[in-house]
């Protein structure tokens, strides 16, 4: 919730090649952007990679960095798994 104070928040927005699950995009410069996929019963990787697949960071236009953050949660295990991987060249 406190993140709104820092963030315009965007959930299943257009963007590249799809819909970007969650977007934060940075109200105060020197943020990161931040694009946020989840998965079920999938894996974190994967989410990343479909962020890059699907072209998700054509969506940012003037952050200085960007966090891609893969989420994904395992039924069976009821484990849940997170990767972030940082962008500094947007």
Known sequence: MSARN?????R???SGKGYV???F???ISGYPAIILE???DKTAEEAIQQIKDKNYIEK?????ECLFVGINYAKKDKK???L???ITHI
């Open 12 to 14: 299943e927005d257009k």
């Open 60 to 64: 940012i236009n003037y952050a200085e």
């Open 25 to 27: 995009t940075p109200k």
């Open 38 to 40: 989840l998965k079920y």
């Open 84 to 86: 972030i991987e940082k």
């Open 6 to 10: 820092d963030y315009e928040i965007t």
């Open 21 to 23: 699950d969650f977007l």
């Open 80 to 82: 849940h798994t997170c």
